[in-house]
């Protein structure tokens, strides 16, 4: 499952990311939209898009709205497809970073590390 979220950046703010091991307020910016991928699209783009540990400190200025959307790959356990870095973004300069994968191995590996963990990505790296 690859995961994404748009949000409306208006100046209630309250959106923080995970930077070096700390939370860091990401600065409102009117009329722009935030999209937070999922660890798929990191790997399948080698890090040219990269996933974040985000979060949100409610704030009691005003109502805040977030829209999380869910864009699934079709799981089914019977599928074989492998997903890896895109051949066309890779090169000597820019070799894989992530072995290739399926998506049940990939979503077993993601809920068996618990919420804990930092991060499933991690452990696809080469």
């Given at each position: 499952?690859?995961?994404?979220?748009?949000?409306?950046?208006?100046?209630?703010g309250g959106l923080q990311i995970l930077h070096e091991d700390?939370?860091?307020?990401?600065?409102?910016?009117?009329?722009?939209?935030?999209?937070?991928?999922?660890?798929?699209?990191?790997?399948?783009?080698?890090?040219?898009?990269?996933?974040?540990?985000?979060?949100?400190?409610?704030?009691?200025?005003?109502?805040?709205?977030?829209?999380?959307?869910?864009?699934?790959?079709?799981?089914?356990?019977?599928?074989?497809?492998l997903y890896g870095p895109v051949k066309e973004l890779l090169?000597?300069?820019?070799?894989?970073?992530?072995?290739?994968?399926?998506?049940?191995?990939?979503?077993?590996?993601?809920?068996?590390?618990?919420?804990?963990?930092?991060?499933?990505?991690?452990?696809?790296?080469?």
């Amino acid at each position: 499952m690859t995961r994404a979220k748009l949000l409306k950046h208006h100046q209630i703010g309250g959106l923080q990311i995970l930077h070096e091991d700390r939370w860091v307020d990401v600065t409102p910016t009117p009329g722009a939209f935030i999209v937070n991928i999922g660890d798929l699209l990191q790997l399948v783009s080698n890090d040219r898009f990269r996933s974040v540990e985000h979060r949100v400190v409610a704030k009691n200025a005003a109502p805040r709205v977030s829209i999380a959307c869910f864009f699934s790959t079709h799981f089914h356990p019977a599928l074989t497809r492998l997903y890896g870095p895109v051949k066309e973004l890779l090169s000597d300069e820019n070799p894989p970073l992530y072995r290739e994968t399926l998506v049940r191995d990939y979503i077993k590996h993601y809920y068996s590390i618990g919420l804990d963990a930092k991060t499933a990505i991690s452990d696809f790296r080469l």
